[in-house]
Structures are given as structure tokens and as C-alpha cells.
């Protein structure tokens, strides 16, 4: 999911939309996974992540296009496969449609799914008439030569009906003219889901009651009332229509009523799509085939296992160029920076402070963070796309269901390898708000790109050198390594936090497994990369630059002949070297809480009592300063530890203050990693110097 | 109540199923949310359900109904009793 605008502006079930003087407002509705997103990125031209598994849209985004000079609003609801379940998602969507009153919603289908689809298209048309279907991704449907009847399902349905690709652009065009159509349309004869008898009866009855609301209201508050699941207050209802209800909840009880409504739901679609399909999925067979291979018992592990080396090994080769010549960039502007404010007037402190502080922690963060992010992000929307990352969740649920969680959490990790205030966002696919939590707390356990260049960098020096015979080769599997330690590390400690805050019995999961879709590979690189930028270039104003203020403040203000840095090193050296470390990583790491990326360059400006955050012009260098301060392998293990297990860095923490809106989470989510990193690298400088 | 027919085969948990075999649902057991999602994916009694997979590690098995395939963990089908 990310971090892109939309979700960060827009809170699960936020209030209404903004209307802006929108003379029409159209739901957009859908099971997950049809396309839905990307139908109204093309309606509304906006940018929006989007992806190919169940779950990915979670808030509710809101946009608009205009047509023939009106302007219609746009509001797309997460994809829920009923409206009458209790997810999040599934009440968002049933609220937005009763109190919001859209002119229209239009319900996108997947042609290749069509039956299960319309279960939702029955439910939607029960409560408003005011229906357009959608059938989206006909070209997939014609590559497994399905070919639906459209004509035949409008027929039958009593709602109009399109059939689009919404990757045509002429497509799009059509249902615009579609959904200006619909909206003027009368209502027409829709089609009503015909209950048991016995169900249909008593709806009579209460409906009976009901004169003043008009027929179909009164249908939807009557089965409602039946079933358990409205919201209407009872006592604003006529006695005699309560008396006909609770007649009937004598003789059967609500989950009873439930499943009478399920299955004839389930008929009706069936009836109605008897004709309208014809082929039975033919790629099927092809889809398996790759799924055999994809999940198979030998192949799946070794293939995930070498996807990740891929990933991970692009992501640092691809990003080493464009990162030295950012940094190299913004420090060409230093010095004309420097000048310009003196020139401005400014004093030499604030100048010092504002280019040596700000400026530079500032352009270090973004010249770290944006290659790989834009690399990285756009790669994991690629394999989101393809329709890759739900086997993933179905590959890796055997573990997770043994530690009592999710197999989702194994994808919201994926994302957290990103970044992990990303995946704390993307934590919201798991439905269970226990095991969201769990995802949630330990998802910085996983490094995210920010601590890739130090693991790298630790790598590098101490273990493997990129100048070596392995090579960058060697140093990518050295770090895939670490990253499973940290994937196990995850797993143990969900285990933990299930027996013990977290306790609780295991969720039910179902995972659907979309057929395999080719993406439209420019489209998703330019939206995540732009999405990426914008996310870093934002997160750096906002906090790397205050930071670095702090930093240079620390490094350079003087109290009794040293810097306070200078004394805060001295208090945290004897707690650092408990931990295999000293003061100065320790308190690298304290001010790296703002952006991991700045930990190196802290240490550096520690060791070297310089007075603001340097760069390092080779590792060579960088080893020769470390050793010279003490440094060991086993300093390099336990800052390896460490900085896989260590507070979330701010981001992440404001994010899940904001996700779990739990002050007692967020304090968990900080001092879990925390102790179990201190507790780890205490363990191994304890062993490590016992034996060595 | 619906009817509910009186079938004289044997019904076998759906998690019983192997690869390529095909049930027919006969009675399911499961309760809350669970039932209802099943539901509305289209498992009801009367429902064919063929299992198309077995993850790595043996949980959970991916099943192909009405078209879409659902990756179903071992406990929950245990549940649901088919007819081979």
C-alpha cells in the first residue's frame, strides 16, 4: 500500500466527502482485487497505489472528473466482498452507501469472476436501485476466452451494464458517458433476490407497516431488522412491524436468517449467470502450472529466497550511482549556500547552524533514501501487480499460523523492508485487530532501506568486501542472510507477543490467489517512483532537518570546555560498552532516531570531533577510523544487532501512534526492540569476551 | 428452514481433499465471520469445490470455487464436510 498522499490524508472511514460545488457524488464500489483502483486513478487522474491482492485499498479516496461541464464526485470505497460481514472495510463501504446517498454507484466486476462478483452487486442493489455495473478487464477475460454477455446480464439485472478494459483510455471514455447516462435513468425494473418463503412472508408484513418509505427502503430496512445486522434504532419503527420481527426471531435465530440470505444470494447469482458465461477458465490450467512452480514444496523457498537476493541486490547496485552524485550535488551547493546567507546578513553561527546542520543532515537524507526507495517501492509494485505477493503470504502462512498470527504480516514485513512506517500503514490488511497489532510491533525488526547502507557498510569492512572474489554478490547474500535472521527474529517475537500482550486465539484466514495479470510496467514505475519522491523529499523536511539542527547544536555549543556531545558520549560510554559498542555509537544511534540513514555520519563526526556530519570518501577510510577507535569485528556484530533491534525511528513511531491511536502500543512498539536489542548485543559482547 | 437433503454417501472434511480432487459441500460447521466470508465467496452447500494446491509447508491448500482460488487454512476446513 505505502505511503502516498491519499492514504495518509484520508483515516479509515473519514467524514464526507468534500463537495467543492460537485453536482453529482458516484460510490465506487467492488470485491477487492478487479481493478477497481485503477479504474479510478483513470476516471480521476489521480495518483493512488494500487495492487494486485485482496486488501490493498483500505481508506477511502476521494476525486472527481468533469464531463459536459459537470462536475461529479468520485468516492472509492475499500473492496469488501459482502456488506455484511463486521470488517472495517465492509462498514465503511455499508455506511458511506446509507448516509451518503450517492446519485450512482457504480459496482466494477472482474469479468473473469463474475459469479462471486455479482453476491456483491445483489447486496449493493438491494439497498439503492441507482446501480451501474462495471465489468472490468475484459482483455484478461479474452485472453482465457471468456466472453461474457453483457446485453443478457443487463437484461436480467435491470441495471445497466459495461463491459471495459480500464487500461483503454477509449474505455474510460465510454464509462464516463456510461455513468452520465445511468444517473439521469429512471429507476426501471431491477431485479429483486427472491428469500424462502417463510423470509419472504414476514417481509411482507413488516414492510406492510412501512407505507411512508418507498418500496425498496422499506424491503432493506425489513431484512435488516431480520437479520441483525441494521443500524435503524427499533424504537423508530411501527410496533406491528416489530411485532412481526420478533415473531420471526422466536422461530429462528439470527445466524439461522443469515445464512437463508447468503444462499439465496448465492442462487440468485448463479441464476443470473447461467448463459451470461460460457467457457470455463481455460488459462486455469496455464495459471496452475506457474502456482505448481511458484508454490510448489521444493520451488517456493528457493525461488523467494532468490527473488529477495534480486531485489535487494538491485536495489543496492542501482542506487550506489544515483546516490554519490546527489550527495555530490548538494555539496557543490554548500559553499554558494554558505556565502548567500552571509551575504543575506545572516550571522556566522546561524549560517554554520542552517547549512552545516540543517542543510547537510538534510541532503544527506534525501541523497541516502531516495535511490533506493525509488528502486525498491517501484520493484515491490511490480511484483504486487503481477498478482506474486499473495503466494508469498500463502508460501509463509504455515509459519506465521504457528506463532499464532497472519499470513499477511509476511507481506505488510515485505513492505517494511521498504520502510517501515510503510508497512505499519500496510498493516491494515489484517483484519483481526490483535494480529494487526502484532504486525504492527514488530515490524521494525526488518531493517528498512534507511539501515541497509550501515549493514552494508558493516558488511563491507568487517565481513565481506565488495573488493573481494564474492564481491557485491557476496555482500548481497551476506546481507540476505541478515535479513532472514531479522525475518526469524520477527517470527519469534510474534510468537512471544501471542502468548503474552497479544494474547488470543488464531484468526480465520482466507487469502484469494488473483490470477496472474501482466502489468502496465510504465504506469506503476512513474506513479510509485513519483509517490516515493515525494514521500522522502517531504519526510526530510520534516524531520531530518530539524534534526540536524539538533545535531550541529549538540556538536558545536559548549558546556565546561567540551561539546554537549562530547559529554553525552561520555555518559552513554559505559552503557555502550556493555553492549559490545561505546558512547559515541550509542548516542549515533539516539540521534539517528529522526532518520536511521544519519547514523553513520554521526559517528563519523563523533570520532572525528568534527563539528558537523561528514562523509566518509571510501569504506577503506571508514574502517581505518573505526579500528583506530576501538573498533572489532564483534563491534561491527553487535552494531549489526543493534541496528536491526532498536527503536522505530520517528516516522515509524508517529505512524503507529496514528494506527494504533494507543499511547501503550506505541510505548510497547518503541521499547520492545529496544530491550531485546540491548539484552542481544549484551549476550554476544558477554560470550565474545568470555571466549575471545 | 431450507431442506436439507439426506445423503447417503460420506462426507469427508474438505481439508481431506488432494490435489485435482473435486467435493461437493454438504454441511458447514464453521460459525461467525468465517462462515459468512465463505459464504459470500460462494461456498454453500451444493457448492463443487476442487483442490488445486498444497503450500510449502502443507497449510494452507488453495481450493478453485465458483472460478476464484482461495487459499483455505487446515483448521477452518476440517469444518466443512464434502461429499468426494
Known sequence: MGLTRTSLAHELGSASPPSHGQEYLIALMGNPNVGKSTVFNALTGMHQHTGNWSGKTVGTAFGEFQKDGRTYGIADLPGTYSLFTHSAEEEVARDFLLKSAPHLTVVVCDACCLERNLNLVLQIMEITPRVLVCVNLLDEAKKRRIKPDLPLLENRLGVPVIGISARQKKDIRRLTDAIADAIERDGGNIYKTVYPDILENTLLSITKELPDLPAHTARNAALRLLDGTGDTEESSLPSAALKAAQDFRQQFSPSEVSDMIAESLVHAAESIIENVVQTEHLKAAKEEKLDKILTGRVSAYPIMLLLLLAVFWITIEGANYPSSWLSSLFTSLEAPLYRTFLRLGFPVFLTEMLVFGMYRVLSWVVAVMLPPMAIFFPMFTLLEDVGYLPRIAYNLDRCFHKCSTCGKQALTMCMGFGCNAAGVVGCRIIDSPRERLIAILTNSFVPCNGRFPLLIAMTSMFFISADSPAGSLGGAAFLACIIVFSVAVTLAISSFLSKTFLRGIPSSFTLELPPYRRPVILSVLVRSILDRTVFVLARAAAVAAPAGLVIWILANAEIGGSTVFVHLTGLLDPLGRLMGMDGVILLAFILGFPANETVIPIMMMGYLSAGTLTEYGSLTELHTLLTANGWTPITAVCVILFSLMHWPCSTTMITVYKESRSLKWSALAFLLPTVIGMLACMLVNGISSFFL | ?84
Open chain 2, 1 to 84: 428452514m431450507l431442506p436439507s437433503n439426506t445423503i447417503s454417501c460420506p462426507t469427508v472434511p474438505m481439508c481431506t481433499l488432494k490435489i485435482g480432487e473435486v467435493g461437493t459441500v454438504r454441511k458447514i460447521a464453521l460459525t461467525g465471520s468465517l462462515r459468512r466470508r465463505l459464504q459470500d465467496i460462494g461456498v454453500i452447500p451444493g457448492t463443487k469445490i476442487r483442490c488445486v494446491g498444497i503450500s510449502p509447508l502443507g497449510d494452507p491448500k488453495a481450493y478453485r470455487i465458483r472460478g476464484a482460488v482461495i487459499a483455505l487454512r487446515g483448521d477452518d476446513c476440517r469444518e466443512i464436510l464434502v461429499e468426494r
